[in-house]
């Protein structure tokens, strides 16, 4: 007697494979779609209280920097500098933070290295 194999053994084969090609393709196309809507976006920082502004856009580039004008004093170029740094670097941390933020809502929280 002939032992008879079901068609789907292996949980649907080429069937299955291809619904998975389909799901990652959706998946990509949406990581695409949020990475083009990041990269749009403003985000903005503040340092000083407020003393120094930057605002970047999602590929992390500088927009706009403003001053307040008491925060210019000749006599202090060092603390007027470390301001500025810490504004930039709160800002790119706010758009790597949302990127990170947003993905994980696509990849389920799957770490996928190389997308952002």
């Not at 000749?74 to 500025?84: F, S």
Request: hydrophobic share 40%.
């Amino acid at each position: 007697m002939k032992a008879r194999i079901p068609k789907n053994v292996n949980g649907g084969g080429a069937q299955n494979m291809n619904q998975m090609i389909k799901q990652a393709q959706k998946m990509q196309d949406q990581i695409t779609e949020l990475q083009e809507d990041i990269e749009a976006r403003e985000f903005s920082a503040t340092a000083g209280g407020g003393a120094v502004e930057v605002t970047i856009t999602g590929k992390k580039t500088i927009k706009a920097l403003t001053l307040k004008p008491e925060v210019v004093d000749p006599e202090d170029i060092d603390m007027l500098q470390d301001l500025i740094i810490s504004a930039v670097n709160e800002a790119i941390s706010n758009v790597e933070n949302t990127t990170e933020s947003e993905m994980s809502k696509i990849t389920g929280g799957v770490s996928l290295p190389g997308l952002f």
